[in-house]
C-alpha cells in the first residue's frame, strides 16, 4: 500500500492499476468506482499522487479534458448513458475519501432519479442538510445557506478580481495567480 500524504504505503490510487482500469494514457487512468451512483461510473484518476488540483502540472491539466471525454465515448458505447454529471471531492469536507485527486464521470439515465434538474445535487434529498442547517448559519452568517438569491447579492458584493500579472500568459496553469493553495487537512 501507499501513502495518501506523499503516494508512499496506504494510497489505493497509487497502487499500480490493475485489472480494474477502464482506460489510461500514461498520465491519467480510469477506473469503474467501487461504490457506483450508477451503472458505469468511473473514477478518473492521475497517475502521479497529488491531493488537489492545484498540485497538477501544466501537462496533466492539458490531458484531463481529453481522457476524460475518451471515457465518455467508451462509456457510450458500452453502457449507452443519455448524459453525464462529472465531478470531483475537493477536501474532506467535500466528501473526499481518499487523498489523492479523482474525477467522477457518472452516466446518467432516464429514470435514474425522480427529478434529474439540479444535476448531482437531486441524488441528496433535499432535506438532508436542513439537520445541519443552523451550523451552516453559524459558520457562513446566511441564513438558509443554500439559497442562490443569497448568494447572488453577496457575490455582487465581492471586490472584483483584478490580474496582478500579464493575462497573455504561455502557460496560465503555471502562473501564480491561477494556483490555488491547497486547503489544510484536518
Same mark, same amino acid.
Given at each position: &500500500?501507499t501513502d495518501p500524504e506523499t503516494g508512499g @504505503?496506504?494510497?489505493?490510487? $497509487?497502487?499500480? @492499476? %490493475?485489472?480494474?482500469?477502464f482506460l489510461s494514457n500514461g498520465i491519467w487512468?480510469? /477506473?469503474?468506482?467501487?461504490?457506483?451512483?450508477?451503472?458505469?461510473? !468511473? !473514477?478518473?484518476?492521475?497517475?502521479?499522487? $497529488?491531493?488537489?488540483?492545484?498540485? !497538477?502540472?501544466?501537462?496533466? &491539466?492539458?490531458?484531463?479534458?481529453?481522457?476524460? /471525454?475518451? $471515457?465518455?465515448?467508451?462509456?457510450?458505447?458500452?453502457?449507452?448513458?443519455?448524459?453525464?454529471?462529472?465531478?470531483?471531492?475537493? %477536501?474532506?469536507?467535500?466528501?473526499?475519501?481518499?487523498? #489523492?485527486?479523482?474525477? #467522477? *464521470?457518472?452516466? /446518467?439515465?432516464?429514470?435514474?432519479?425522480?427529478?434529474?434538474? %439540479?444535476?448531482?445535487?437531486? *441524488?441528496?434529498? =433535499?432535506?438532508?442538510? !436542513?439537520?445541519?442547517?443552523?451550523?451552516?448559519?453559524?459558520?457562513?452568517?446566511?441564513? %438558509?445557506?443554500a439559497c442562490i438569491e443569497e448568494s447572488l447579492?453577496?457575490?455582487?458584493? &465581492?471586490? /472584483?478580481? =483584478?490580474?496582478?500579472?500579464?493575462? &497573455?500568459?504561455?502557460?496560465? $496553469?503555471?502562473?501564480?495567480?491561477?494556483?490555488?493553495?491547497?486547503? @489544510?487537512?484536518?
Amino acid at each position: &500500500m501507499t501513502d495518501p500524504e506523499t503516494g508512499g @504505503p496506504g494510497c489505493p490510487f $497509487c497502487i499500480r @492499476p %490493475g485489472p480494474d482500469v477502464f482506460l489510461s494514457n500514461g498520465i491519467w487512468y480510469a /477506473r469503474f468506482d467501487r461504490h457506483p451512483v450508477t451503472p458505469g461510473h !468511473l !473514477l478518473v484518476i492521475p497517475v502521479r499522487h $497529488c491531493t488537489v488540483f492545484s498540485d !497538477l502540472n501544466a501537462d496533466e &491539466m492539458q490531458k484531463l479534458l481529453p481522457f476524460i /471525454r475518451q $471515457c465518455q465515448e467508451l462509456l457510450n458505447l458500452q453502457f449507452h448513458p443519455l448524459g453525464y454529471n462529472i465531478g470531483t471531492n475537493i %477536501g474532506i469536507i467535500a466528501g473526499q475519501s481518499v487523498r #489523492h485527486i479523482d474525477v #467522477h *464521470v457518472i452516466p /446518467r439515465y432516464t429514470g435514474d432519479t425522480p427529478d434529474p434538474r %439540479g444535476g448531482i445535487r437531486s *441524488v441528496v434529498p =433535499k432535506n438532508t442538510l !436542513l439537520h445541519y442547517s443552523d451550523n451552516i448559519t453559524a459558520i457562513t452568517g446566511i441564513t %438558509g445557506a443554500a439559497c442562490i438569491e443569497e448568494s447572488l447579492r453577496i457575490f455582487q458584493r &465581492m471586490p /472584483r478580481w =483584478k490580474p496582478s500579472c500579464d493575462p &497573455m500568459l504561455q502557460d496560465p $496553469c503555471s502562473s501564480p495567480i491561477w494556483r490555488i493553495p491547497p486547503l @489544510p487537512w484536518p
